[in-house]
């Protein structure tokens, strides 16, 4: 009887300490869950920093461009056929002889040909605009001489940004020790300088690296996204009101809802095979234009934007819509009057993040064309055009080095429009919002 007392006594003894147990247990669990949430928060960020660090080096460097300074003689006869200043006659000219023989009193000691063909590599092939430019600005320059900046080419702007290594052997590197030297000289005179490069964001693409701007694609992406705009922000709020406050619930607006939320997870090159089967097969649109980029886009934010008026309007309160009622507001005035302009800042964000989703789509425009080189900016939603992230996709498929540095500064360009669209998202919903 007292072993059995004894035995009672320790069993109802060691109850509290299996609780005990169980809740450390519990606890230590709960802790262990948190540090694993810690760690991949952390990790993501770190991978999130990392990227932004990798791009931001690698990129920083394009919006700078390198330009070198030579005192050119403006020739009538090389710049000036007709002798009367009009642009039929600067047209005709020959303002890259005029840099040229810039490049020979500058460097006198190249005296065979494969020195000043070495010699001219030193501007870009473009820089001829840069003279040409400096004529229109001051008109009393012809026939005299003036120290214009040029534009250098991508091997030398390379070479100035410390890209390319000089002290690697010369059959390792595409700038030879003469073009190094002639550098280094003009680098000791003052007459290089870098400046903000322009170009990147007023011309479109070029097959030299610092020719090559955004121009194009900026204008293209904006008259794609304004097309997309207009087709589906309508369609988008009006389906979305329909389906939320007037339709009846059966199984047709069940098949609909459904249909709206798969169409939402559909990949987007599946609208970019619709677009080129539809809508440049059959309907025969311009292909590469913003027109059909935009129609194709506004396929692809319609679901977006119903999902997201639809759940603005649900959050609007039941009471505004009673007490409208109440007063005597028909069912329409109680829809546009009270509860659209509440649910507007819900419907702003849902068409902003839609918006931003359809400026990073590649895939759906590549379908339709748009992955063309595209050399003049577009003026207009049936000319020819290619979008942001085309262009970096166009650009990180060449060899050169300089189109590294664009790829990575395109990236930059997009990454702050859309990091732009999403903060005024954010704003637009905090300023405009109403608590109950």
């Not at 605009?129 to 030398?156: C, F, H, M, N, Q």
């Given at each position: ?144 001489t003036g120290r214009v900046s040029l534009l250098a080419s ?153 999902i997201a008026t639809r759940a603005a309007l649900r959050a ?80 990180a498929d060449s060899p050169e080095r300089a189109f590294v ?32």
């Amino acid at each position: 009887m007292t072993d059995v007392t004894a035995n009672g006594l320790g069993s109802t003894a060691r109850r509290p300490n299996l609780s005990q147990a169980r809740i450390r247990r519990r606890y230590r669990a709960e802790r262990r869950f948190r540090i694993y949430g810690l760690l991949a928060v952390g990790f993501a960020v770190f991978m999130l920093g990392f990227l932004a660090f990798t791009v931001a080096i690698n990129g920083y460097t394009a919006f700078f461009q390198t330009r070198i300074e030579l005192d050119i003689a403006f020739d009538p006869a090389l710049l000036d056929p007709k002798g009367d200043m009009s642009a039929a006659s600067l047209a005709q000219g020959d303002p890259m002889g005029a840099i040229k023989e810039a490049l020979k009193a500058a460097f006198p000691e190249a005296q065979d040909r494969a020195d000043r063909k070495a010699l001219n590599n030193l501007v870009s092939n473009a820089a001829g605009d840069d003279v040409l430019g400096a004529l229109r600005s001051e008109p009393s320059l012809l026939g005299k001489t003036g120290r214009v900046s040029l534009l250098a080419s991508d091997e030398i702007d390379m070479l100035a940004k410390g890209t390319i290594d000089r002290n690697l052997p010369e059959t390792d590197r595409s700038v030879t020790d003469k073009e190094i030297a002639w550098f280094d000289r003009l680098a000791d005179e003052g007459r290089v300088h870098s400046a903000f490069n322009l170009i990147l964001f007023t011309r479109g693409d070029s097959r030299e690296p610092e020719q090559a701007g955004l121009g194009g694609a900026l204008m293209g992406s904006f008259l794609t996204i304004v097309v997309a705009l207009l087709l589906a922000l309508p369609v988008s709020v009006a389906a979305a009101i329909y389906l939320e406050e007037f339709a009846a619930r059966n199984r047709l607006t069940d098949l609909i809802e459904i249909n709206i939320n798969n169409l939402a997870a559909v990949p987007s090159i599946v609208f970019g095979l619709l677009g080129l089967a539809v809508l440049l097969g059959f309907f025969g649109l311009p292909r590469s234009a913003p027109l059909v980029g935009g129609m194709v886009l506004s396929l692809m934010t319609l679901p977006t934007i119903i999902i997201a008026t639809r759940a603005a309007l649900r959050a609007v309160p039941p009471s505004i819509r009673e007490a409208a009622l109440g007063v005597g507001a028909s069912k329409q005035q109680v829809i546009f009057d009270h509860v659209l302009p509440l649910a507007m800042p819900g419907i702003m964000t849902g068409a902003i993040i839609g918006t931003a989703r359809a400026m990073g789509e590649s895939a759906a425009v590549l379908m339709i064309g748009m992955v063309a080189f595209i050399v003049d900016v577009p003026g207009s939603v049936t000319d020819p055009a290619t979008v942001l992230p085309v262009q970096i996709y166009l650009w990180a498929d060449s060899p050169e080095r300089a189109f590294v540095e664009r790829t990575s500064a395109g990236i930059i360009v997009m990454l702050v429009f859309l990091v732009a669209m999403n903060a005024a998202a954010v704003i637009i919903r905090r300023r405009f919002e109403r608590r109950w």
